[in-house]
């Protein structure tokens, strides 16, 4: 019986992932407003009761979303910070797994704004646990490094605090993902040898 149970557990959640995938693709081609739940439910391949079985409403749908994007941008950054590689390289390719993928899904919509207003309005707390939790990261793996953050008058929050604001300006001036991921390399060589 259980595992009856586990198969089921493993199609809902299949399910409910292949809807929250039908659902970033539509809110980033028609935006928050124009996307409603029957293009959903069509885009999703359910039907629309269906749909309702699995999130409450339009609001809940665009929550599951933006975990799903936050899920997928800390998992990036969990491998960054795991790899082999020297230390200012997992930091530039944590950085990067956030910020220029950000950038790109900005990039890739017309909607953006309308999409950044929205997260900010009806998924505020994911992005903020988002946040906390990439910044969490970021001071493990700052405490993990030799590098001297006292030397350059930082404690390890300090740090992760001044590298994620950086990396927050390197849209400037970038025209698409290679050159954003560029400055933020080298945004990222300048502060970390400061701490060498």
Do not use: N
């Not at 933006?66 to 969990?78: G, H, I, Q, T």
């Not at 990039?107 to 309005?121: F, I, K, N, R, W």
Request: aromatic letters at 6%.
């Amino acid at each position: 019986m259980a595992r009856a149970e586990g198969r089921g557990d493993a199609k809902h959640e299949e399910r409910r992932a292949s809807i929250v995938r039908a659902a970033t693709e539509l809110f980033s081609r028609y935006g928050y407003k124009r996307t409603s739940m029957d293009l959903l439910a069509g885009q999703a391949g359910v039907a629309k009761p269906t749909l309702y079985a699995y999130f409450a409403d339009k609001d809940a749908l665009f929550r599951a979303v933006v975990a799903s994007f936050c899920d997928d941008l800390l998992l990036r950054a969990r491998e960054a910070s795991e790899g082999d590689g020297p230390i200012e390289a997992r930091i530039a390719g944590m950085l990067t797994a956030k910020f220029t993928r950000y950038w790109e899904l900005v990039q890739a919509s017309p909607h953006a704004g309308e999409l950044v207003d929205s997260h900010g309005t009806l998924a505020s707390d994911v992005v903020q646990a988002a946040d906390a939790a990439f910044v969490a990261l970021l001071v493990r793996t700052l405490a993990a490094s030799d590098l001297d953050v006292a030397r350059a008058g930082l404690s390890h929050k300090g740090a992760a605090a001044l590298l994620v604001r950086a990396a927050s300006g390197a849209a400037y001036d970038a025209t698409d993902a290679r050159s954003h991921a560029r400055h933020v390399t080298e945004l990222v060589r300048v502060i970390v040898r400061g701490m060498q």
